[in-house]
């Protein structure tokens, strides 16, 4: 059985804790929560019937402990990390990984001097439609890439900004771009492969924060293909997608619904005869808007550390995701198409001072 710690009891930790908190994941529990309020942290612990703390030192040092689980704000994923790496227990982080690249690189040191393990949650990979979609693209199906786009219309109207002072800040956040779609745009890039060079522009339209809530980038892929990326938090007055396509010469899939979860299209010109029940046996609603995938992220979190695996999302892999997120605000604050690799000038992400 696998310890889990719970650092930060936030809106996310409530699908965590409760995989892991009711016996949803085979071969690990909750063992322990943490939070800097520890009103938010007595609740979770009450509830899971699990100790609660309000420092994570002394959580570490109390408690048995196997992986850490850090859902913090996204501009404290580096600090955390970092300092509990020094415990020398595997570490989960939630996207994204970090909001500057330095940070980014600092965390896979201290992992990697520490003997750790990093994963970096991308739950959206696991979800079954798009399992059988990167299944597809494995296989040659797809054939040369044409087109690739992602689209989040979401809603996030004020009142979810004001539930906490860091949401929508360049220090602990960033927009729509690096919070709602950052799934969405690692996915796009999962099947497209690299990016040599994006071209993005954004506004803040319906609240009151710092950063974006609407944005738009096109993209070139390294092997000749283009992207799309539309993303808003200010679809009103609820969800309606998110969603990915991949067109290329041999065939075409679009997965939507509200959550990456729904198979709209998918046709090959190399018909198989599996092709006739993918729709139907594969396009699965989650309970949520975060899907099914972080149940199946957690059992291949368990899986990785059981069979010494590799994993499908480690620090490395969440560094090139958070790139290209870095490189469209890059491109946002310059107003200019931005090469990749990355040489960061203007743009606020991850900035302390504004």
Known sequence: MINFAIVGCGRIAKRHSELLGLSQIKGAR??????VVLEKAKEFGERFGVPYYQSFDEMMQKEQIDVVSVLTPSGMHAEHVIALAKYKRHIVVEKPMALTLTDAEAMIKACDD?????????????????????????AGRFGKLVLGTVRVRWC????????DSWRGTWAYDGGVLANQASHHIDMLTWFMGEVESVHARATTALVNIEAEDTAVA????????????EATSATRPKDIEGSI?????????????????????????????????VMDKYSVNPPNVYGFGHQAYYEHVVDCLANDS?????????????????ALYESIASQKEVS????????KLGSRSS
Not at 156 to 163: A, F, G, I
Not at 245 to 262: T, Y
Request: a neutral charge.
């Open 30 to 35: 909750l063992a322990a929560v943490c939070d």
């Open 114 to 138: 520490n003997g750790v393990r990093l994963f970096v949650v991308k739950q959206n990979r696991f979800n079954v439609p798009v399992v059988k979609a990167r299944e597809a693209l494995d």
């Open 156 to 163: 996030r109207d004020q009142s979810y900004y004001d539930q």
């Open 218 to 229: 096109t993209l070139k892929f390294r092997n000749g293909a283009l992207g799309i990326i």
């Open 245 to 277: 396509s991949i067109l290329g010469a041999g065939g075409s899939v679009e997965i939507a619904g509200f959550a990456v979860n729904k198979i709209r299209t998918w046709q090959f010109s190399d018909n198989h005869v599996a092709d006739a029940e």
């Open 310 to 326: 590799k994993a499908l999302v480690d620090g490395h892999e969440g560094r090139q995701s958070l790139e290209l997120i870095m």
């Open 340 to 347: 990749l690799p990355l040489e960061v000038k203007y743009s």
